[in-house]
């Protein structure tokens, strides 16, 4: 809008009024300039259109209310006109108005300083580069974890009764038998789902026998110690990281080293030797409720008696299979507790840390245990196992 | 006057345990209130009753002339708008940072496009004394003194009426401490804010409040520094002669 047009403006927050001569233009500020209508003063304040070396007096005597939004604006406005060099004069402004003023005249509002950005070619080189980077440093520290695991376990074999035995007992109670249940039911369900496929599939070549040889061996070998390790790593191993990460946040780890306590020796080592007896347990567990699982399945869809189900148990299986399956679980043990443990340890900071730090355990932990599996299968094919 | 903040016969109990019983307060427009008393006397529970957070057992509490126990959702939620809350350690949402902080409440009540939010939100933070690199920071990077003042940005986001303090120097080292004092004079002054602090902060009970609230016997009884110096109850005789006490008033005498 021209001022200097023949159209005065007359708005909500606006009134425009000229002098006889032309030359001296007062604004009357009207009704209420609150946060709620920032935006429609703020567009008829760009509406204005002031001519260079005019004078212009802002009238507030009839300003009803203003907040520190409005005032900004208000104060944006005076600046931007007193770069146009456009002579500028305040009147009658109400005495708690002008306080306000005074108060938002002070900011300056620099604006915010710009983080540069990368092309979206050289940000995938760079993302990738922070990922493996980071992910070499993960490795790095459960190796130094592990050392400092060894030479902890070490000294406390030397001095047996550092070895905290209450701190296990009550860990091996939360990891492994209370989680009997879970894993039992788990066992029983994997065995039944094995069972229908396999018989689904082996009735075309009349071979329903072997659905039993099918059940036991995937169930030692594999599915019982696999479900027992993603069960724990989702019970227990997350729970590693959260309680040890809270107690990072809490700072109860650090008031642990000034009494001259050991984290590794009251946290991390108990732990992890719970982990250690529970796993293993957990697996024979599982493995018998997967048998039984296969009984389940033989006498309901196979017509098969029990008596003919253990007949044909002894002859598609051998104590070998069983311990190939049980070998691994000391193994998972020691991954999915010490990628808990050192989760936990890693949090630095805000609560927000722990939360991270427990996905990224459970993760990391299942991850680790299918590839250790991975490599168990490859030994054991070439053993000829 | 007519009071901005009224509670008439408030009751509150958990359990058997009787927090306020029968409690009486007033707040004039303008002033600023200080509220002391024991720990576990039931400060916070007060500031959750006034604010909707705690619903009484029994009592009407009057904010802007309105019972805001007899409000619905939606009336609650426009009268919310009236008060800002600046909560004990800040209580900033940890995940974002300090303009996206202050920013949510402007961008979930008012119809201004992304730029203005942010903008209204940097002049927020630089209003209470928040430097321009502290815009980009999460509340885990700032420091305790540096918290407050965000946590007060966000309060003052919607331009509130009345704020509400709960212990706004608690943990803060003296320096920081008088300056979030000056801070809050300065705002309360040029906004023509309300403000009720909660404290356990000697300096800012008398350098800051115009009238202590002093919460004994589930009750409170409100008067200038003048006239609890002069009260014979045990509790507030305790409290503004101990020794704490004393060597403040000293302090404030010399000067």
Known sequence: ?385 | MKPIVEIKNLHNRFGRHVVHDGLDFAVYPGEIVGLVGGTGAGKTVLLKSIIGLHRPKSGTVTINGKNIMRMNKAQVLATQRLWGVLFQNGALFSSLNVRDNVAMPIKEFIAVNEEQAQELAEMKIELVGLPPEARDKLPSELSGGMVRRAALARALALDPKILFLDEPTSGLDPISASMFDDLIRKMAKNLGLTVMIITHDLDTLFSTCDRIAVMVDKKIKTGTLKEHLKDKHPWIHDYFHGPRARAVLAAKNVH
Not at chain 1, 66 to 83: H, N, P
Not at chain 1, 153 to 167: D, E, G, M, N, Y
Not at chain 1, 359 to 385: E, K, N, R
Request: aromatic share 8%; with cysteine; glycine share 8%.
């Open chain 1, 1 to 385: 809008m021209m001022i200097y047009g023949l159209v005065l403006m007359n708005d909500k927050f606006i009134k425009i009024s000229k002098s006889k001569e032309g030359s001296e233009i007062t604004l009357y500020l009207l009704g209420k300039w609150l946060l709620e209508d920032v935006a429609e003063i703020e567009r008829t304040l760009k509406n204005l259109d002031i001519l260079a070396n005019t004078k212009i007096i802002i009238d507030g005597k009839n300003l009803e209310e203003i907040d520190t939004s409005g005032a900004w604006l208000l104060i944006k406005f005076f600046r931007a006109l007193l770069q146009q060099k456009i002579n500028l004069k305040r009147t009658d402004f109400q005495a708690p108005h002008a306080k306000i003023l005074e108060i938002i005249e002070h900011i300056e509002h620099p604006d915010s300083i710009q983080i540069k950005g990368f092309g979206a070619i050289s940000n995938y080189f760079r993302n990738v580069g922070a990922a493996t980077s980071s992910f070499i440093k993960e490795f790095y520290i459960l190796v130094a974890f592990f050392g400092q695991i060894c030479t902890t376990f070490a000294t406390s074999v030397i001095h047996p009764s550092r070895f905290r035995l209450r701190s296990i007992v009550y860990h091996v109670n939360e990891i492994g038998i209370k989680a009997v249940p879970i894993v039992s039911l788990m066992a029983f369900l994997i065995s039944i789902v094995t069972g229908y496929q396999g018989a689904h599939q082996l009735q075309k070549f009349n071979a329903n026998i072997f659905t039993i040889d099918l059940i036991a061996i995937s169930v030692l070998r594999e599915m019982g110690i696999l479900i027992t390790a993603i069960i724990v790593a989702g019970r227990s191993g997350s729970a590693f990281a959260a309680q040890i990460g809270v107690m990072k946040v809490n700072e109860e780890v650090d008031a642990m080293r000034t009494i001259g306590l050991d984290p590794f020796e009251m946290l991390v080592l108990p732990r992890l030797l719970a982990i250690l007896i529970a796993l293993p347990a957990l697996a024979l567990i599982a493995d018998i409720v997967g048998l039984l699982g296969g009984l389940f399945v033989s006498s309901n869809m196979l017509d098969l008696s029990p008596l003919q189900y253990i007949e044909r148990l002894k002859e598609a299986v051998t104590v070998t299979t069983l311990w190939v399956g049980l070998v691994k679980a000391p193994v998972f043990a020691v991954l999915i507790g010490m990628v808990g443990c050192s989760h936990g340890l890693q949090v630095r900071g805000s609560a927000e840390q722990v939360g991270e730090h427990t996905t990224a355990s459970v993760v990391q932990s299942i991850f680790l245990v299918l590839m250790a599996d991975a490599i168990f299968s490859v030994i054991f094919t070439i053993m000829g196992i």
